[in-house]
C-alpha cells in the first residue's frame, strides 16, 4: 500500500470499525492518528528513515498495524517477526537485514531486550510511545521498498523476500478484485502475522476494503466458535490443519452445538484454504458439514497469491483454480520449452506487478529464480480443464508443514548440534493434518535417542512447527554415488 494510496483509503472509512476485540474498538482514524504518533517517535530527529530496516514484534490487532503503518509512513521498511521464534532464530533476521530499530509490545519487549541490546538495536516498546506534538511526514514513492519477508529457502538459511509499496498494492487490489471484498466484511485474524497469508490475504485485503478485523493472539477455537455462532464474521480464512480440527470438533460435538455452530458458518459468503495442500477428503467432508465449498489458492512470498479457484464458479478439490486478476503464469519443462496444452507437468512461472523485487543481499539467488522476467516458483503444476493442480516442489528441501514452509536443511543444520546425532536427513511425509510431517532420519554417535527426548532438546533450538514430528533411527542414510544423501530413498524409510 503506497503512502498516499492507503492514507487516502483509509480516510475514507475513517469512522468506520477497523479493529474489534472484547475489550475494546477502534476507528480507522484511529489508525491513521496511532500511526502518525509512533512514525514520529521512530524518526525522532531525522526528516526520512530512507528505508531502514525496523522489525515489528507485537502481537495481531490495532498497535501491531498501527506500527506496520508508521513504519511505512516514517519511509521504513517492515520486517515482521514470528512472535514464538528462539533467540537464534530472530539474532539471524535482524542481523542479515541489519535492522536499526525493533517495535515491540511490553511482552515481546521483555523478550527481545537482551539481544537488542547485545546487537546495538533500538528497542521501542509501542505502549510507551505517547507524543504531544505531531510533524509533517514524508512523502513515500510507490516503487520504494516497504517490506521483508523471510522464507525458508533451499539454501540452509531463510532469505529475506523485499517487496515495494506497489507490489504490496498489485497483491491486496488483485484479491479484493477475485473475492469480491467490502466495507460490510467482517473477518477473525487468528494466522501469524509475518506470514504473507496474515499480512496480505487478511489485514491488507479487510483494511484495503475497510471492513472490520477481530485479532486474536492464535487459533482460540472457543472463542472464535461463540462468535460465529451469532453470526459475526462474512468471511474465514484458515490453514488446512485448522479445518481438520474444527472438522473433529464438529464430529464430536453434541447435536445442538453442531446445529448452532453450521448455522454460523453456511451464513459466511466465503470460506478460504491455503498456505498448504487441502486434502479432496477435508474439502468434501467441511462441505457435508457446513454447506461451504472451500476456495483454496495458491501462493507464495515472493509473489502473493497467483492463483484462486473461482469466488462465483467452481470450486474444484485438489485444484488451485485460475490465474488471479493482473497475474500472467505459465508453466516450463525443466531445462525445456514453454507448456502450451493441459495435462503436462510443469515449473509454475509468475509475471506481474505482485512480483518481489529481490532477495535482500542475495543477488544471485535473485538472479537464480527469474527466467527471462518470469519468477520461477519451484512448485510443479499440470492445467486439467482449465485448473491448475499443484504437484509437488521442483526441491526435495522444502516441507509444507501447518501452514509454513520450511527448510529442511535448516532443521538439518539444527539436529547435527545434538552431542547423540552424527548424520541426519529431514524429509516431510503425507499427513492428513499436517499436511507434511516433519520427519527426522538420524545416524547416531552415541545414545539411545528417542523422539520425546529430541523434541524436548529442539525446544530452544527450533520454532514448535519445525521441530520433527516422526524420527527414525537408521545405521547409515541412504546415499548415491557421489555420497549425497538421496532424499525420495529417505522417504521410503519411514
Keep these: 500500500m503506497p503512502d498516499v494510496a492507503f492514507l487516502a483509503r483509509a480516510h475514507l472509512f475513517a469512522d468506520r470499525i477497523a479493529f474489534c476485540t472484547p475489550d475494546a474498538s477502534h476507528t480507522y482514524q484511529e489508525l491513521l492518528d496511532r500511526s502518525a504518533e509512533i512514525a514520529v517517535e521512530l524518526l525522532q530527529d531525522q526528516i526520512d528513515l530512507q528505508e531502514a530496516r525496523v522489525a515489528l514484534l507485537v502481537s495481531p490487532g490495532f498497535e501491531y498495524t498501527a506500527s506496520q503503518w508508521a513504519i511505512w509512513r516514517a519511509g521504513g521498511i517492515k520486517l515482521p517477526i514470528c512472535l514464538s521464534a528462539t533467540e537464534p532464530e530472530w539474532e539471524y533476521v535482524l542481523s542479515d537485514s541489519q535492522v536499526?530499530?525493533?517495535?515491540?509490545?511490553?511482552?515481546?519487549?521483555?523478550?527481545?531486550?537482551?539481544?537488542?541490546?547485545?546487537?546495538?538495536?533500538?528497542?521501542?516498546?509501542?505502549?510507551?510511545?505517547?507524543?504531544d506534538a505531531l510533524k509533517d511526514l514524508p512523502d513515500i514513492d510507490v516503487n520504494r521498498r516497504a517490506m521483508i519477508l523471510y522464507t525458508s529457502g533451499t539454501t540452509n538459511k531463510p532469505k529475506g523476500v523485499v517487496t515495494?509499496?506497489?507490489?504490496?498494492?498489485?497483491?491486496?487490489?488483485?484479491?479484493?478484485q477475485a473475492w469480491e471484498w467490502s466495507s460490510e466484511d467482517r473477518i477473525p485474524m487468528f494466522l501469524p502475522l509475518h506470514h504473507i497469508?496474515?499480512?496480505?490475504?487478511?489485514?491488507?485485503?479487510?483494511l484495503w476494503s475497510g471492513a472490520m478485523v477481530e485479532p486474536f493472539t492464535r487459533f482460540e477455537m472457543n472463542a472464535i466458535l461463540k462468535r460465529v455462532r451469532v453470526d459475526a464474521y462474512t468471511?474465514?480464512?484458515?490453514?488446512?490443519?485448522?479445518?481438520?480440527?474444527?472438522?473433529?470438533?464438529?464430529?464430536?460435538?453434541?447435536?445442538?452445538?453442531?446445529?448452532?455452530i453450521v448455522a454460523g458458518f453456511k451464513k459466511m459468503r466465503l470460506m478460504v484454504s491455503g498456505s498448504a495442500a487441502?486434502?479432496?477428503?477435508?474439502?468434501?467432508?467441511?462441505?457435508?458439514?457446513?454447506?461451504?465449498?472451500?476456495?483454496?489458492?495458491?501462493?507464495m512470498t515472493e509473489i502473493g497469491m497467483a492463483i484462486s479457484n473461482l469466488y462465483r464458479g467452481e470450486r474444484r478439490p485438489g485444484s488451485v483454480g485460475a490465474p488471479l486478476p493482473g497475474v500472467e503464469l505459465r508453466l516450463k519443462m525443466e531445462n525445456g520449452p514453454v507448456i502450451t496444452g493441459e495435462n503436462e507437468p510443469g515449473e509454475i512461472q509468475v509475471r506481474g506487478p505482485m512480483v518481489f523485487q529481490a532477495y535482500w543481499n542475495r543477488s544471485e539467488a535473485t538472479a537464480e529464480t527469474f527466467e527471462d522476467g518470469w519468477?520461477?516458483?519451484?512448485?510443479?503444476?499440470?492445467?486439467?480443464?482449465?485448473?491448475?493442480?499443484?504437484?509437488?516442489?521442483?526441491?526435495?528441501?522444502?516441507?509444507?508443514?501447518?501452514g509454513y514452509k520450511l527448510s529442511a536443511l535448516e532443521i538439518e543444520a539444527a539436529l547435527l548440534e545434538h552431542p547423540f546425532i552424527a548424520e541426519c536427513a529431514v524429509v516431510g511425509m503425507p499427513d492428513d493434518t499436517w499436511g507434511e510431517a516433519v520427519s527426522a532420519a538420524v545416524v547416531l554417535q552415541k545414545g539411545p535417542l528417542d523422539l520425546m527426548a529430541l523434541r524436548e532438546w529442539c525446544k530452544e533450538r527450533l520454532s514448535v512447527y519445525k521441530i520433527p514430528q516422526r524420527l527414525k533411527v537408521v545405521s547409515e542414510l541412504p546415499r548415491n554415488a557421489m555420497g549425497k544423501v538421496t532424499k525420495p530413498a529417505v522417504r521410503l524409510l519411514f
Design 197 to 206: 497469508h496474515g499480512i496480505i490475504n487478511i489485514i491488507g485485503c479487510a
Design 278 to 299: 487441502l486434502p479432496a477428503s477435508v474439502h468434501e467432508r467441511w462441505a457435508q458439514l457446513t454447506g461451504q465449498k472451500l476456495l483454496e489458492r495458491y501462493g
Design 235 to 260: 468471511l474465514f480464512m484458515a490453514v488446512p490443519t485448522i479445518y481438520v480440527k474444527l472438522i473433529q470438533m464438529l464430529e464430536e460435538a453434541d447435536d445442538q452445538d453442531r446445529c448452532d
Design 100 to 131: 536499526s530499530t525493533v517495535i515491540a509490545d511490553t511482552a515481546n519487549a521483555l523478550k527481545i531486550a537482551p539481544l537488542c541490546e547485545r546487537l546495538g538495536v533500538r528497542l521501542m516498546n509501542v505502549s510507551d510511545i505517547h507524543v
Design 375 to 402: 519468477f520461477r516458483t519451484g512448485d510443479m503444476a499440470v492445467l486439467e480443464a482449465g485448473y491448475y493442480r499443484i504437484m509437488g516442489r521442483l526441491s526435495v528441501d522444502i516441507i509444507k508443514s501447518g
Design 164 to 176: 515495494t509499496h506497489a507490489n504490496i498494492q498489485a497483491q491486496i487490489e488483485s484479491l479484493i
